[in-house]
């Protein structure tokens, strides 16, 4: 019977995940946890100090040391391969067995898993407000109050890094790259890097990293922001930069390009305006039923 149970529980947790991630894709949010080592890095927290065992807001855990591919910012399950250590812990509740408490690193208000995952997925899927955990705390170097003020201070931070490596605004004082996501100014170095090499491919020659930068703004990036800003499409996507629009149409091309769907002839102010009409405020609400629907879904699992 109980076998039964937490199958039925882990299921009902997948399908959670499958709707919020379409959700969130429809709405343009985050839905992933934040990698901890990054984070660290991004703020520059070394300090640490064991602060022994206290209750825990769940709702305050945003991220993972290792695990954080494996569930989403709800520590919903988003991998099959999670399914046996799931659901042995979600037997445990109904055999009402005593779970050890987890492994958390505090910075701020904010906590990352260190080891406990699945412990805090399944106690959140259950409705479980605190868990138990042993805390290790950084030190943060600006107060960090909650997820919001930690995204903001790691993307200036982000934003900071790409510039200082790229060195676009002595390169191009009139550059203007500015992203509003957190954890996204590592996929504009890989565009750099990718440019980099179809570069010294087509030249046959290795190209210096100043050169791939000033090539890769001069000839990819500014031609598609400038479409962007004529355009107005900005209109339609409030509160985002022409980098965001930028980063989301190239891999959108990428995943139409990858299930043989995208006309490779296909003009570049083509592909805005389609993908503005497909992701827009407006089409967005064209889809508010496919959301209601979805949400009642989600509700209901």
């Not at 962007?228 to 499409?233: D, N």
């Amino acid at each position: 019977m109980i076998s039964h149970l937490v199958h039925e529980d882990f299921e009902r947790a997948r399908r959670k995940a499958r709707w919020r991630g379409l959700l969130k894709r429809l709405r343009r949010c985050n839905n992933t946890l934040l990698p901890f080592e990054d984070i660290r890095r991004g703020l520059r927290a070394q300090v640490q100090h064991y602060s022994g065992l206290r209750q825990v807001s769940i709702q305050q855990i945003v991220g993972s040391v290792s695990r954080y591919h494996d569930f989403d910012r709800a520590f919903l399950p988003r991998q099959t391969s999670t399914r046996g250590r799931w659901e042995g812990i979600d037997r445990a509740y109904y055999e009402d067995t005593a779970l050890p408490p987890i492994e958390l690193y505090q910075l701020g208000e904010t906590y990352f898993v260190k080891d406990g995952n699945h412990r805090v997925s399944v106690a959140r899927e259950r409705g479980q407000e605190f868990i138990d955990a042993y805390v290790i705390e950084l030190q943060a170097p600006v107060p960090i109050a909650s997820l919001e003020e930690l995204e903001d201070w790691v993307r200036r931070q982000d934003a900071l890094d790409f510039l200082t490596r790229t060195r676009l605004l002595s390169l191009r004082p009139q550059a203007r790259v500015e992203l509003t996501l957190c954890g996204q100014y590592e996929k504009l170095l890989e565009h750099i890097e990718v440019h980099r090499w179809f570069l010294g491919i087509e030249r046959q020659q290795p190209i210096g990293w100043e050169e791939a930068v000033t090539s890769w703004y001069d000839h990819v990036y500014a031609p598609l922001a400038g479409i962007i800003q004529r355009s107005r499409t900005l209109r339609d996507f409030p509160g985002r930069t022409s980098a965001d629009l930028y980063l989301w149409i190239i891999e959108h091309r990428w995943y139409l390009h990858e299930a043989g769907l995208l006309d490779e002839h296909q003009l570049l102010e083509d592909s805005v305006r389609e993908y503005a009409a497909e992701f827009s405020g407006r089409a967005t609400r064209r889809l508010s039923r496919l959301a209601r629907w979805a949400s009642a879904r989600l509700r209901a699992a």
